[in-house]
């Protein structure tokens, strides 16, 4: 923990900037190499991997948070912390060095078994080190830190494969890593309460094997079958009938099934999840509909994701000001709320033209900051500092989940749609957008396309829907109230 002496011995501002550094080199990784990646394939080859290298990243992300989240509440967050950026930085050079995409591959596991601890830890972090006046300001600063990477991502990443070797890319991380790394270490002091660990591998084991299962099936189920995807899903409800059951017995277990008892903390995940579903929706999907239905440039197209990277911070920045004196359940209402206009502009009104589905998605984004700095704050606030990084790791895990869960829902809706015109093989959505207008030169394919993406984006509607649901149930958490916890546990 860090107490209040220990947090006048911590300098914030150069914590702060370590934190702000590590989650710029998360952030941009996604849209650095999305942009990269047609380049890298081809000088690489294996175009039938070319999915994988984002699966493979987001696999073991997602199955480490909670695990990275239980080790800070056992031995402090700076260890775990630095770790995580230590394996980051050697999965992100090992990248750079891949002779082949099987290789490259296998390295974005190990690059994702690092970034796994970045974003849930820097969080985890913020409401360590901030009160709570503060905490809600300081994560909607943290929240601009993605915006910008959105931006600047696809920028950097095309300037890189035109002008220099693919591998920077990868290898940009390192000197982002090393800085955050050096701050960290001299800067941020906290004391942990000498303790026995106990870690419970069985927990951490199960949880692990269910959440690859899930992911498997997720991610690569359209490319195996439906019955290697069924027994993907089986296999993943049995380990977590497993884990589950091993939580219940363990003396210290990797998450404490409580929290998933206290109502804000599990209809805030509930609507992060169906949240996270209708964003990968948007920015998947709304460029391949500005470009291959529209009519328009990758740079429009690029525009109107881009706009929900500019609404998101806004609308964080603005929440971390009001939280205190609006309340969480007030800001948790206006937040889906406004994620539910932003999907009906889109599901109606996207044909219009780009302008319209910038609005769209600027409506979205700011529905999704409102939402991601109220839960994050409430969370935090509900729970002591020993439960911190496990509780702040739930949510972190909700929305990369339903990241997950969208890619997969939203590329099935797709491909239904696009089965009766006959279309050889479907589409692959992850190379689509390089050379969408020259694809789509027939009507047939023109047409299905364009009815395809309207009932993805009345899918992304649905969910925006059960999102707004579940945040208009969450209760009226007294901040002050959640505050004083917090300080006891620490």
């Known amino acids: 923990m860090i107490s209040a002496t220990h947090r006048r011995q911590t300098h914030r501002p150069l914590v702060l900037a370590a934190l702000v550094v590590a989650m710029f080199m998360a952030a941009i990784e996604a849209t650095i190499v999305a942009t990269a990646l047609p380049s890298i394939t081809a000088k690489l080859g294996g175009l ?26 056992l031995y402090g967050r700076k260890p775990v912390f630095i770790a995580g950026i230590l394996i980051f930085l050697v999965g992100s050079a090992l990248c750079g060095m891949a002779w082949s995409m099987p290789a490259l591959v296998a390295f974005r596991f190990i690059q994702g078994i690092g970034a796994g601890a970045v974003q849930p830890l820097a969080t985890t972090l913020i409401g360590d080190l901030y009160a709570l006046e503060e905490r809600g300001r300081v994560q909607g600063y943290m929240a601009g830190v993605w915006g910008i990477s959105a931006i600047v991502g696809p920028l950097a990443g095309a300037l890189i494969v035109q002008h220099t070797s693919w591998a920077w890319v990868f290898w940009v991380n390192l000197p982002f890593g090393v800085v955050s790394i050096a701050l960290a270490s001299l800067f941020l002091h906290e004391r942990v309460e000498p303790k026995k660990p106990a870690i419970d591998f069985a927990g951490a084991g199960l949880i692990l094997v269910g959440l ?61 999840l169906c949240a996270g579903i209708a964003m990968i929706g948007v920015i998947s999907f709304l460029p391949a509909y500005v470009q291959g239905v529209l009519g328009k440039s990758a740079l429009v197209a690029g525009f109107t994701v881009c706009a929900m990277s500019v609404g998101w911070p806004a609308a964080s920045v603005a929440t971390g000001h009001l ?24 599901a109606l009104a996207v044909e219009r033209g780009p302008i319209v589905a910038g609005l769209g998605s600027f409506v979205m984004g700011a529905g999704l900051g409102v939402l991601n700095t109220t839960f994050v704050v409430a969370i935090q606030s509900s729970v002591g500092w020993s439960q911190r990084g496990v509780a702040t790791a739930s949510n972190v895990l909700m929305r990369i989940l339903g990241n997950a869960l969208g890619a997969a829902v939203f590329g099935g809706v797709l491909n239904l749609a696009l089965r009766p015109d006959r279309v050889a093989g479907g589409i692959d959505t992850l190379p689509l957008r390089e050379d969408l207008p020259g694809v789509l030169g027939g009507g047939a394919l023109h047409s299905g396309l364009s009815s395809g993406l309207h009932m993805v984006f009345w899918a992304v509607l649905l969910f925006a829907l059960i999102a707004v649901a579940a945040s208009w149930l969450v209760p009226d958490h007294r901040m002050g109230e959640g505050a004083l916890k917090a300080k006891q546990g620490s």
């Not at 991997?49 to 989240?69: C, E, K, R």
């Open 212 to 272: 690859v299962s899930l992911m498997l099936a997720l991610t690569q189920g359209g490319h195996w079958g439906i019955a290697a995807a069924l027994s993907l899903l089986a296999f993943a409800a049995a380990a977590m009938w497993l884990f589950v059951r091993q939580e219940r017995r363990a003396p210290d277990p990797v998450m404490h099934l409580e929290l998933w008892g206290n109502h804000l903390i599990a209809l805030a995940n509930a609507a992060t």
């Open 323 to 346: 939280l205190l004196r609006v309340g969480t359940r007030r800001l948790a209402r206006i937040g889906g709320s406004t994620l539910f206009i932003g999907s009906l502009i889109i």
């Open 48 to 73: 039938a991997l070319y999915s994988w290298v984002f699966s493979a990243f987001l696999l073991m992300q997602a199955v480490t948070i909670p695990i990275y989240g239980k080790l800070s509440d």
